[in-house]
């Protein structure tokens, strides 16, 4: 059981007790202080006081988040600093909630269910996705295309919303699938518009993995890669067919946000027949006018909202 460290504890036997003449203000608490100290900055620091059992444990999390693969007990332990016996009581308990996951076949650690919505929900909360979702099922009406936005994570390009076609039955994707870096729209978008050092060790990990995929377009090396990079920061837009989901078609945008920063990316897809978008064609006007009135959107000051106090009538004393 833990036990705060603010709770006074009873007296122990023998323990030397304040006889009836002795003056009580000898025990107030600044007396504990050391004297040079300053008080208030005491007090602070004990109302700052926390779990340190809970900090010890999001070391192990957050070694699976920088790792961004499965990992073995010993080498997770070592990334998170503690010894393997004490990395796996904690791991024990971070399964429970959900923070953690092992694989049956394996025995390799991974972020749990409840980790990944734990970070989804943050990613949602930041202003660019707040003001922007509530418009896509407009665009989604206007195009007929799943529409959807995607965010860079610790993880990688990773989807936050999705608003799904009618007529796109087979376009599987979920909130919070992160897309490759080589062979979608969105990862070689977030690849053209962010700085290098931020997708370069995701590049070189899906380069080394699939250097022998035979899917048309896709990057051998990092020469490719960057000459690919240059063309879509050149067109302003990202296009694939067949190379993620075979079948849909897809064209992701750019949506900057402040000091014209790349803040979010616009996913358009749709099966192939269906997927009229084509370069230059109306769609592909509709989409582009939508996400230069959202990055507009983005780069200007978000509305206040109106004080309530000012709208308040006063009430007669």
Known sequence: MLRSQHLSAPALPGATQLAPHEDMETTEVED?????????????????SGIQSIEVGAQLLVALTHAMRAMALGDLARAAGMHPSKAHRYLVSLQRVGAVSQDPLTGRYELGPFALRLG????????AIIRTRPLLAGVRDQTGH??????????????????????????????????????SATGRLFGAY?????????????LHKRGSDDLPGLPRSLTDYYRLCEDIRREGASWVSGSLLP????LSLPVFGERGQLALVLIALNLEPLFHAERGGEHEATLRAFVTQLSAMLQAPAPEPAKASARRARVPR
């Open 247 to 250: 079948g849909v078609s897809a």
């Open 146 to 183: 799943t529409i959807g936005i995607a965010v860079w994570s610790d993880r990688g390009p990773t989807v936050v919303h999705w608003e799904k076609a009618g007529g796109a039955p087979g376009v599987n994707l979920r909130i919070g699938d992160v897309m490759p870096m080589l062979n």
């Open 120 to 127: 989804l929900a943050s990613l949602n909360r930041t202003d």
């Open 32 to 48: 504990d202080l050391p004297p040079d100290g300053d008080a208030d900055d005491a007090r602070a620091n004990r109302d700052r």
């Open 194 to 206: 962010l700085p290098i050092e931020q997708t370069l060790p995701l590049v070189e990990r899906e």
